[in-house]
């Protein structure tokens, strides 16, 4: 079971290691951080360092896509950073997800695939990707292929995370992004949905951004969505 002050996963939407260090700060109160494509490619892996020195979690957030040999080289190579959670792309193909997993080994790194990123909408995937399945069959689908691949768990909608918890078990680690308080905008997420109701269809991480670090006041913006979580 997830540790309630583990649920919210913050993350680190900054370009350099001073502003993150920066906001970690400014939010002590925080143990689980994202770190992505951004600020990782800014610090390398100077940013891991430091959260490990302030024993956090850490989810890096990569969306590792490509021929299963690249993949299962980079699931190597950051198999020494020692971070919480790790994500690749399901469209990446079970090859890829098993080779993946394979090369992480025995490390504690929980290695997760996205199912549909969250910024796209049903029409995204009619009209742009020539998809014509519906969109939450297309997720489920995706999820069920991250499962059988061997992963530890999946991205997704909260709008999809009911069903998936279903089909998937408990077992499965789902990490829900799109989550905005009632009080938030929505920013370039589609598909949103409260903390407490995303807890409800059974997530288990959910990470918010811009209404905790853009806040007036972000520790009580904090503060609020936690005392959401707890009734949930």
Known sequence: MTKQNDVVIVPLDVPTLEAAIALIDALP??????????????????????????????????????????????????????VDLLTMHAVAGTEAMGRAKEAL?????????????????????????????????????????????????AVCSPHEAGQLRRISGEDFTLVCPGVRPTWAHTGDQQRVMTPADAIKQGANHLVIGRPITKAENPQQAWQQIQAEIAIA
């Open 29 to 82: 109160e925080v143990n689980f951080w994202k770190v992505g494509l951004e600020l990782f490619v800014a610090t390398g892996a100077d940013i891991l360092k430091y959260l490990k020195k302030q024993d956090k979690k850490i989810f890096l957030d990569l969306k590792f896509h490509d021929i299963p040999n690249t993949v299962a080289g980079a699931c190597r190579s950051a198999k020494e950073y020692e």
């Open 105 to 153: 080994g025995n490390s504690p790194t929980k290695l997760i695939a996205i199912t549909v990123l969250t910024s796209l909408s049903p029409d995204n995937l009619r009209d742009d990707l020539k998809i014509s399945v519906e969109l939450a069959a297309f997720a489920e689908h995706m999820a069920q292929l991250v499962k059988n691949s061997g992963l530890d768990g």
